[in-house]
């Protein structure tokens, strides 16, 4: 890398460079790599990658890029990078580059590497979720028939998995399928709720992956699923290098999800609507309150409970009254007099909501 704003900070097994400024981080390959990209530019399955990037648009950037130019923009950056465009792949996000995540996973003689950016406070979604637009022949349209203009679409979880093995197109396609459900995994075991349902999210609605395998490797290496080492290798990097670019980003973390209101906020019920019989004084004495519960381990683990039924319930696991009268039990056999009424109080007009 000749540009002098850029700082070597990780050199992979197989000797790739990866490089940052404030904006892009590059990885740089010593010879031609076999990948498969979600990109753009040069996206698909590749015989001939020298490099790969993750590029930061920030919200103005965003809104003057003309999606029909994009592959054009795209091979400008590259070359404005010193990469060849016609032999490196990109993926774009909002997420600050200093906040990527890097994580090597290794066994034996082979070890993955996976590279993550990533955000899930604005675009989480749940695959499923009712969509916002449908598109024919490269034409945008929302859902009442209306053409749209067409957005940037960028990417909120980036992740970038270089192998120190061979991989040919079938284990790669596999390996990416590996790595999505290790994403919708970390998402589901922090409790990521959907912007656009009342679901735990899978993923953002616009993210992006590499992944890239050393072809010269005198290690070959066909399965990548669950049941092999290196898919085990795969989902436990994604897993952990999207849980710490998360918590660098959005400051999202184990501890921060075990929140009473953090978990009933998934199910977009109005908070007005509780208060709405409440005096601006009881109003401010109630969230007085409970803003000293909200992390109780007690009323925390209850309120898991509770939104386990509704889902069960919504899942059509359990019958709504089947579901009413179990979350009733708990509430009346778990919260004592000396338990918070605020939380209980909270609780009850959900159930009643929901299940009733």
């Known amino acids: 890398m000749s540009n ?35 990109s753009y530019l040069n996206g698909g399955y590749r015989e001939d990658l020298e490099s790969v990037f993750n590029q930061h648009l920030s919200d103005d950037e965003i809104n003057e890029i003309n999606m029909d130019g994009i592959v054009e923009y795209l091979r400008l950056k590259a070359k404005s990078l010193d990469l060849n465009a016609d032999k490196t792949s990109s993926l774009l996000t909002h997420a600050d580059i200093r906040n990527t995540s890097i994580v090597k996973k290794s066994f034996e003689k082979i070890s993955v590497t996976a590279i993550t950016t990533a955000g899930t406070k604005v675009n989480a979604v749940r695959a499923g979720d009712p969509a916002s637009y449908y598109e024919e022949n490269h034409i945008y349209y929302d859902l009442k028939g209306n053409k749209l203009k067409k957005d940037m679409d960028v990417g909120t979880i980036n992740i970038i998995l270089i192998f120190n093995c061979y991989l040919d197109e079938n284990s790669l396609l596999n390996a990416l399928m590996t790595a999505t459900e290790a994403k919708s995994a970390i998402l589901q075991q922090q409790q990521i709720p959907s912007q656009y349902s009342s679901g735990i999210a899978t993923g953002t609605g616009t993210d992006g992956i590499i992944l890239v395998s050393d072809k010269k490797s005198d290690n070959i290496v066909e399965n990548t699923g669950k049941h092999s080492k290196l898919g085990e290798l795969i989902g436990s990097a994604v897993m952990e290098s999207i849980a710490e670019a998360n918590l660098k980003q959005t400051w999202i973390s184990p501890s921060s999800q075990s929140n009473v209101l953090t978990l009933l906020y998934r199910y977009k019920l109005d908070i007005n609507d509780f208060y709405k019989d409440f005096t601006e004084d009881e109003k401010e004495n109630f969230i007085k309150s409970l803003q000293g519960e909200i992390h109780n381990p007690k009323m925390v683990a209850v309120t898991l409970t ?25 509430i009346n056999n778990l919260f004592s007099s000396n338990d918070s009424r605020e939380v209980k109080r909270l609780l009850l007009y959900w159930i009643d909501y929901y299940l009733k």
Request: no cysteine; charged share 25%; glycine share 4%.
């Open 4 to 38: 002098k704003d850029f700082k070597l900070i990780y050199e992979t097994d197989s000797h790739d460079k990866i490089y940052t400024n404030k904006d892009f981080l590059i990885v740089e390959f010593p010879y031609g790599r076999n990948g498969v990209s979600i």
């Open 306 to 330: 509770i939104t386990h039924i509704i889902d069960d319930v919504a899942y059509n696991l359990m019958a709504s009254r089947t579901g009413y009268n179990l979350a009733i039990s708990i």
